[in-house]
């Protein structure tokens, strides 16, 4: 297995475009999470996933965010009509909900809103 | 109170010393307790888990947690120029998100 795989890695859009970005979880890992984080600040909890049920949303996550797990599998989030305070990293976690609850991180995606 | 506590740094420490990381967190019913490291411009990398009161010691790592006092600390010994990097400390409950500090930068100077 080769870990948390992120699609893309960069991403430039101009204000008010939607985006989508995709994670591939560890294939073991039934849940799965995503995170925003800006400069000099930790991981941001956006959302998480166990199985293709959606647990926990963050009351901070506005309603141009969506995020969607079809069959437990693969991830995607959407922001739509970006903004320029959405540029961020967007980071997905895996975990499993068997023993250990250790969540390793893809590469993340660097989203720019210009 | 934010839910997880950490002082910012930068903490620099010289080649060869041992580095001190603290972390406080507010929920008493976290279970669960990781250390990240993070290099500039890229994802966290886990370097440590801890679950019940202790140290835990993995290589040059060792992790301490106190449920007590709420703080969970991570000691690096020898430390080298490559371990400069932000660490992030992470807390949750079992089957829960995992709620992150704002990280300590740690710079080891040579």
């Known amino acids: 297995d080769t870990g948390v795989s992120q699609d893309p890695r960069h991403k430039i859009t101009k204000r008010g475009q939607n985006v989508t970005f995709r994670c591939d979880p560890i294939?073991?890992?039934?849940?799965l999470y995503w995170y925003r984080q800006t400069l000099g600040q930790g991981p941001e909890f956006l959302t998480y996933?166990?199985?293709?049920?959606?647990?926990?949303k963050s009351r901070l996550l506005s309603d141009r965010f969506s995020a969607e797990r079809p069959k437990g599998s693969f991830s995607t989030l959407e922001i739509q009509r970006t903004e320029q305070g959405d540029s961020a990293m967007y980071l997905c976690a895996s975990s499993s909900s068997l023993g250990t609850t250790e969540a390793f991180f893809g590469q993340g995606t660097r989203l720019t809103v210009v | 109170q934010k839910e997880v506590e950490q002082n910012s740094g930068p903490l620099s420490v010289p080649e060869g010393a041992i580095a001190s990381l603290n972390c406080t967190y507010s929920?008493?019913?976290?279970?669960?307790f990781f250390w990240y490291r993070q290099y500039s411009g890229k994802s966290p990398e886990l370097i440590m888990s801890?679950?019940?009161?202790g140290d835990k010691e993995d290589g040059r790592f060792t992790a301490q947690l106190n449920k007590a006092s709420q703080y969970v600390s991570l000691l690096i010994r020898d430390s080298q120029p490559s371990d400069s990097a932000t660490y992030l400390c992470?807390?949750?409950?079992?089957?829960?998100?995992?709620?992150f500090g704002a990280g300590t930068i740690l710079r080891v100077k040579s």
């Open positions: 992470a807390v949750n409950r079992y089957g829960n998100k995992l709620v």
């Open positions: 801890i679950y019940s009161n």
């Open positions: 929920d008493r019913g976290s279970q669960s």
């Open positions: 294939s073991e890992h039934n849940r």
């Open positions: 996933f166990q199985n293709e049920a959606q647990l926990e």
